[in-house]
Each structure stands twice: as structure tokens, then as C-alpha cells.
């Protein structure tokens, strides 16, 4: 009787075991289950979006990567109707930072001084390629000299496009040194100079120079024969 009682009860043990092991297990499938629910029809919806934005299906999220710089675009060629005589009026100047902002003419006599800056004419004009020497009073017109700083934008526009230029370097110089500029430059860029001290009404043979290399412009065709 008490080996039949034994293995009886071993029977409810190993009962009571299974109920305890098969109980966990229905709760994770139902749980599996309500999952599935829940993600397939989230995972349908996902797919006609990174279809329609251009994304593989199985990518979630897209990666970012390093834009690929752009090519930097040809300047702009502009022919000219007539090339500019001594006087004319050739465009308008302004230098941020400083109150210059004046017209410039072609040629750099007083003539051409009296109304705004002038520019030297064995020299080239925007948009030749090559070395654009410009002059003008510092009791007048480049008074404001002394404000300019490196890195400046200087705007040079013309009635066939306009210029850009950046500051790149200042210096004092004697009136007849001819080092101080190079009008032989294969490369456009602009000279500005004024009488130095600045804001001197006499005569002086110091001259104040400021260099700026070109940024942007159309170039100029050259005339077809």
C-alpha cells in the first residue's frame, strides 16, 4: 500500500510539473503571437514609405554620408560693345568695413580724380585676366583707407557684370617704386593705393597699397577679328 500511495504520488508531482512548465510556454506563444500582430502590419506600412523615399525596403534608417562638393562653375564671358576712352565712366567701387564707395573712371589723371577713383590705362580692366590698377585721392574718395582690413570683400561693378575681390595684403611704398605693382600679372587681380599718411592735404611720396585677388566675374572675350 504505501509503494502504491508512493508512486502516486510521484504521478501528482510530475502532474503538477507539467502544469507548471506548460503554463510559461502558452504565455510566450500568446505573446509571440500578439507581437506578430503588431509588427506585421507596422512593417507593411514602413515599406511603401522607404519605397517612396527613394530607400532600399530593409533600410530603417538612412546613412549619412559627406556631400559631394559641387564643381566650381567657369566665370560667365560677356563681350564688350566698345572698349572704355580716358573719362568714361567704368563701374562703381565699394569696400565693406570702410565708408569707401564711389564711381571709378578710366584714366587716372585729375580729370578722373576729382570725380571718383581712377584707373590706370597701360593697365587691364575687370575682367582682362590681369593686373587692374586703381588710384584715388585720400582726402576724398579713399579717405577711409586706414579701415580696410584682410580679408575684405571689395565689389567692382560694371555695366557688363560684377567683380568680387578679397584683401590679401597692405603696404606703404615710395611713389616711385615700381616693385609695388606688378602689371605683368597671367592672373586677375586689383591695386588700389592713395597718399600716405592718410587724410594729407599736401604733397607726400609715400603711397598706401592694398592687393585683393579675384573671387568672381565674368571674363571678357577677347574682340573677333
Given at each position: ?34 507581437m506578430l500582430a503588431v509588427l506585421v502590419p507596422v512593417a507593411s506600412q514602413l515599406r511603401p514609405a522607404a519605397a517612396s523615399s527613394g530607400l532600399p525596403e530593409e533600410a530603417s ?96 561693378t560694371t555695366d557688363y557684370g560684377e567683380y568680387h575681390y578679397t584683401i590679401t595684403d597692405m603696404k606703404v611704398a615710395s611713389d616711385t617704386d615700381t616693385t609695388a605693382y606688378d ?43
Amino acid at each position: 500500500m504505501r509503494k502504491h500511495h508512493f508512486h502516486f504520488a510521484a504521478s501528482e508531482q510530475n502532474s503538477g510539473k507539467g502544469k507548471k512548465l506548460l503554463l510559461p510556454l502558452a504565455f510566450s506563444v500568446v505573446a509571440l503571437v500578439v507581437m506578430l500582430a503588431v509588427l506585421v502590419p507596422v512593417a507593411s506600412q514602413l515599406r511603401p514609405a522607404a519605397a517612396s523615399s527613394g530607400l532600399p525596403e530593409e533600410a530603417s534608417i538612412p546613412l549619412l554620408s559627406t556631400p559631394t562638393p559641387e564643381a566650381t562653375a567657369a566665370p560667365e564671358a560677356v563681350n564688350l560693345e566698345a572698349y572704355p576712352e580716358s573719362g568714361d565712366l567704368l563701374g562703381h567701387l565699394t569696400v565693406s568695413g570702410t565708408t569707401v564707395d564711389c564711381d571709378v573712371y578710366y584714366g587716372d589723371s585729375e580729370s578722373e580724380f576729382k570725380k571718383g577713383a581712377g584707373t590706370y590705362k597701360g593697365a587691364h580692366i575687370p575682367g582682362e585676366g590681369g593686373t587692374i590698377l586703381m588710384g584715388a585721392h585720400t582726402n576724398t574718395y579713399f579717405r577711409d583707407f586706414e579701415s580696410a582690413q584682410i580679408g575684405a570683400d571689395v565689389t567692382f561693378t560694371t555695366d557688363y557684370g560684377e567683380y568680387h575681390y578679397t584683401i590679401t595684403d597692405m603696404k606703404v611704398a615710395s611713389d616711385t617704386d615700381t616693385t609695388a605693382y606688378d602689371l605683368d600679372a597671367d592672373e586677375e587681380n586689383l591695386i588700389m593705393y592713395t597718399c600716405y599718411p592718410f587724410g594729407t592735404l599736401t604733397y607726400t611720396d609715400q603711397r598706401y597699397f592694398i592687393y585683393c585677388d579675384y573671387v568672381s566675374g565674368p571674363t571678357i572675350e577677347p574682340p573677333q577679328e
